[in-house]
T-cell receptor, first 112, second 116 residues
Framework: GNSVTQMEGPVTLSEEAFLTINCTYTATGYPSLFWYVQYPGEGLQLLLKATKADDKGSNKGFEATYRKETTSFHLEKGSVQVSDSAVYFCALRGAAGNKLTFGGGTRVLVKP | GAVVSQHPSWVICKSGTSVKIECRSLDFQATTMFWYRQFPKQSLMLMATSNEGSKATYEQGVEKDKFLINHASLTLSTLTVTSAHPEDSSFYIC????????????FGPGTRLTVL
């Protein structure tokens, strides 16, 4: 079956630091890949996505590239802000159907 | 656009009672809605998939008689936790899919259930 593995947190950074959250996946065929963000007390929001190999998703300064050869979709941001403190989830959706498979989530805390 | 609401946002109930949680798509028609459960500091676990007008499809290990799902219309799905017990305390999140958006799921803000 499909699975997503992402680095465990928490990740604590200073403002303006570089952020990387690793995500690798196992799936058959050609899944779509997503990063969701969950701010404290809120539901999930789609941060970015990529639907085919070598696609780069980007939003709000965050980027992730769909790497089929390494089955990875690592999330990066060059300069984080305190407002980026949240839990980040990597997820995949199989080629057929609507179901999402989530990674365990990574809590990020950015200190001023 | 593509807003999903949940009601209530939080609920506290006594053990043995039933609790109903509503999930609504406010500005689109949802062909499919999903119900997830999230434990503290953990990921989302898919509980079931509901399609309007048909029975929900439950994931392995989820008790269908305990977690009743009704997708009454293209904008409303309900999750009823029957005879709730403290171990049912959790954060329940729904999501909805509109076909025109290419199967993207839009998530509700979640409902925190505490069973005393």
């Amino acid at each position: 079956g499909n699975s997503v593995t992402q680095m465990e947190g928490p990740v604590t950074l200073s403002e303006e630091a570089f952020l990387t959250i690793n995500c690798t996946y196992t799936a058959t065929g050609y899944p779509s890949l997503f990063w969701y963000v969950q701010y404290p007390g809120e539901g999930l929001q789609l941060l970015l996505k990529a639907t085919k190999a070598d696609d780069k998703g980007s939003n709000k300064g965050f980027e992730a590239t769909y790497r089929k050869e390494t089955t990875s979709f690592h999330l990066e941001k060059g300069s984080v802000q305190v407002s980026d403190s949240a839990v980040y989830f990597c997820a995949l959706r199989g080629a057929a159907g609507n179901k999402l498979t989530f990674g365990g989530g990574t809590r990020v805390l950015v200190k001023p | 656009g593509a807003v999903v609401s949940q009601h209530p946002s939080w609920v506290i109930c006594k053990s043995g009672t039933s609790v109903k949680i509503e999930c609504r798509s406010l500005d689109f028609q949802a062909t499919t809605m999903f119900w997830y459960r999230q434990f503290p500091k953990q990921s989302l676990m898919l509980m079931a998939t509901s399609n309007e007008g048909s029975k929900a499809t439950y994931e392995q290990g989820v008790e269908k008689d305990k977690f009743l799902i009704n997708h009454a219309s293209l904008t409303l799905s309900t999750l009823t936790v029957t005879s709730a017990h403290p171990e049912d305390s959790s954060f329940y999140i729904c999501s909805a899919v509109e076909w025109d958006y290419g199967k993207e799921q839009f998530f509700g803000p979640g409902t925190r259930l505490t069973v005393l």
